[in-house]
């Protein structure tokens, strides 16, 4: 069979990270405990509670607090006494999106800076364009009593002239025009930069000139310049890198929530053709109460297709598909979560990461499999699994269409050690 496989092209990570900043509008809970590893073991391991104590300017607190912020998130709790730290201390840190670390950094660079002085004093790189737009919004709310504090934009199209000083204590930009900006345009002198974050990581490795570049601008720092790094994930590539770029690091790292199907009703139904699962669709959805379902589809043309034949059918459908801009996807993301449609049909590269906690029904319209054919096992489990501390009942259902599909039904039976019932979708009273 031949298919145009949305789930197989690379995925992007850098829209899949844009998406998430955009869409977490608060903290993401977690019960898991931050690990740190200390650069000097003897030294007393310190955490706050609350913002007060880190003694920040007024003008800094009166920030945080007007952003809704109450207390620091986990993983700032430490993080936030080691980056405040005299002498200054370097920190690798690794935590999922939407835990609080981007408002850790800007919090960081806003309290180091000298505002007396009028040049660059702070520098952040970003991966891309749009995600240093974003972080730079946080940077200005959370520095919105510090007007002293100004912030300039190192991303395309911000044309300076050679030889020109910046006078902006913080800049926030991508590592080819930071780059460019700090040694052939000489527009910020590196050798004054006293705190250097590189933000997402884990996007920027993706990138090898990012990667070249992020390295040299860290060359041309001071040593005694305090280096940041953060980053969503941590493979071996982005701890490798994490090292070259960050001298005699502390590391902080805290472990996302674990998916478990303990909770999940699981069924298949079998089925001849697509057709054939879009009525057993219609009869599951008429048969029971369903709050709101994610129905996932491998390809762009058969989610397309099926939330045309829901909409036929009367139901209220959202659509995530992958020609549609980071925002768009969020706008659709946000209606769905405030109920505003009770359906949203997906492939899986738009919604990977996504929590959408009321959920309570997922379709496997086609089931999830990687680029050979073969059972994606971390996706069903992505797309089904509850975390176990926040996790409601739920269910799921699986179409079997093929012999194929029948058989990914089966490694993924076999790779949880649980098995998948069939449901007769002629007599659906079990599953209520
Ligand atoms: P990350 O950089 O890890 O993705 P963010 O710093 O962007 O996380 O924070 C995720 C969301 O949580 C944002 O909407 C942010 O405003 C909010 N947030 C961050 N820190 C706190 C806090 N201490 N209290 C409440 N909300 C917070």
């Given at each position: 069979v031949?298919?145009?496989?949305d789930?197989?092209i690379?995925?992007?990570?850098?829209?899949?990270?844009?998406?998430?900043?955009?869409?977490?509008?608060?903290?993401?809970?977690?019960?898991?405990?931050?690990e740190?590893?200390?650069?000097?073991?003897?030294?007393p391991?310190?955490?706050?509670?609350?913002?007060e104590?880190?003694?920040?300017?007024e003008?800094?607190l009166?920030g945080?607090?007007?952003?809704?912020?109450n207390?620091p998130?986990?993983i700032?709790?430490?993080?936030?006494?080691?980056?405040?730290a005299?002498?200054?201390q370097?920190?690798?840190?690794?935590?999922?999106s939407?835990?609080?670390?981007?408002?850790?950094f800007?919090?960081?660079?806003?309290?180091?800076?000298?505002?007396?002085?009028?040049?660059?004093?702070?520098?952040?790189?970003s991966p891309t364009?749009?995600?240093a737009?974003?972080?730079?919004k946080?940077?200005?709310?959370?520095?919105?009593?510090?007007?002293?504090?100004k912030l300039a934009?190192?991303?395309?199209?911000n044309?300076?002239?050679?030889?020109?000083?910046?006078?902006?204590?913080?800049?926030?930009?991508?590592?080819?025009t930071?780059?460019d900006?700090?040694?052939?345009?000489?527009i910020?002198d590196?050798?004054?930069?006293?705190?250097f974050v590189?933000?997402e990581?884990?996007?920027?490795i993706?990138?090898q000139g990012?990667q070249d570049?992020?390295?040299?601008?860290?060359?041309?720092?001071?040593?005694e310049?305090?280096?940041?790094?953060?980053?969503?994930?941590?493979?071996?590539?982005?701890w490798?890198f994490a090292?070259?770029v960050?001298?005699?690091?502390?590391?902080?790292?805290?472990?996302?929530?674990e998916?478990?199907l303990?909770?999940?009703?699981?069924?298949?139904v079998l089925?001849?053709?697509?057709?054939?699962?879009?009525?057993?669709?219609?009869?599951?959805?008429g048969?029971?109460?369903?709050?709101?379902a994610?129905?996932?589809?491998?390809?762009?043309k058969?989610?397309?297709?099926?939330a045309?034949?829901?909409?036929?059918e009367?139901?209220?459908?959202?659509?995530l598909?992958?020609?549609?801009?980071?925002?768009q996807?969020?706008?659709?993301i946000?209606?769905?979560?405030?109920?505003?449609e009770?359906?949203?049909?997906?492939?899986?590269?738009?919604?990977r990461?996504?929590?959408?906690?009321?959920?309570s029904?997922?379709?496997?319209?086609?089931?999830?499999?990687?680029?050979?054919?073969?059972?994606?096992?971390?996706?069903?489990?992505?797309?089904i699994?509850?975390?176990?501390?926040?996790?409601?009942?739920?269910?799921?259902?699986?179409?079997?269409?093929s012999k194929?599909?029948?058989?990914?039904?089966?490694?993924?039976?076999?790779?949880?050690?649980?098995?998948?019932n069939?449901?007769?979708t002629?007599?659906?009273?079990?599953i209520?």
């Amino acid at each position: 069979v031949l298919f145009t496989c949305d789930s197989c092209i690379v995925e992007d990570k850098a829209a899949q990270s844009l998406l998430n900043k955009i869409i977490h509008t608060s903290l993401v809970n977690t019960t898991n405990q931050v690990e740190v590893l200390q650069r000097d073991p003897n030294s007393p391991l310190y955490s706050v509670k609350t913002f007060e104590e880190l003694r920040l300017k007024e003008e800094l607190l009166k920030g945080v607090y007007s952003m809704g912020f109450n207390r620091p998130s986990k993983i700032q709790e430490n993080a936030l006494p080691m980056m405040l730290a005299e002498p200054p201390q370097n920190l690798i840190a690794q935590s999922q999106s939407g835990t609080g670390k981007t408002a850790a950094f800007a919090l960081a660079m806003l309290s180091h800076v000298n505002p007396a002085k009028k040049w660059t004093q702070c520098l952040c790189i970003s991966p891309t364009y749009e995600l240093a737009l974003q972080t730079g919004k946080v940077i200005e709310q959370m520095g919105k009593y510090y007007p002293e504090v100004k912030l300039a934009y190192a991303i395309r199209g911000n044309k300076l002239d050679r030889g020109m000083k910046l006078q902006e204590q913080i800049v926030i930009g991508t590592p080819g025009t930071v780059l460019d900006w700090c040694s052939k345009l000489k527009i910020i002198d590196p050798k004054k930069i006293s705190v250097f974050v590189l933000d997402e990581a884990d996007v920027m490795i993706a990138t090898q000139g990012h990667q070249d570049q992020s390295i040299r601008i860290q060359r041309m720092l001071p040593k005694e310049c305090q280096m940041l790094l953060f980053s969503a994930t941590f493979e071996d590539s982005v701890w490798k890198f994490a090292e070259r770029v960050v001298p005699d690091p502390n590391i902080i790292k805290l472990k996302r929530e674990e998916e478990t199907l303990d909770t999940i009703k699981q069924y298949y139904v079998l089925c001849s053709d697509k057709e054939e699962k879009f009525t057993a669709l219609c009869n599951i959805y008429g048969a029971i109460t369903i709050a709101q379902a994610m129905i996932f589809c491998h390809t762009r043309k058969t989610a397309g297709w099926l939330a045309a034949e829901l909409t036929k059918e009367g139901h209220v459908v959202a659509l995530l598909s992958g020609e549609m801009t980071v925002e768009q996807r969020a706008a659709v993301i946000e209606r769905f979560r405030e109920g505003k449609e009770k359906v949203l049909v997906t492939t899986n590269v738009c919604s990977r990461g996504i929590d959408v906690e009321q959920v309570s029904v997922v379709i496997n319209f086609d089931l999830p499999m990687d680029k050979d054919g073969n059972a994606d096992n971390e996706t069903y489990l992505h797309r089904i699994g509850r975390t176990g501390r926040f996790g409601k009942r739920g269910l799921a259902v699986n179409m079997i269409d093929s012999k194929h599909s029948m058989n990914i039904l089966n490694q993924i039976e076999d790779h949880f050690n649980k098995k998948i019932n069939k449901l007769d979708t002629d007599d659906l009273d079990e599953i209520e």
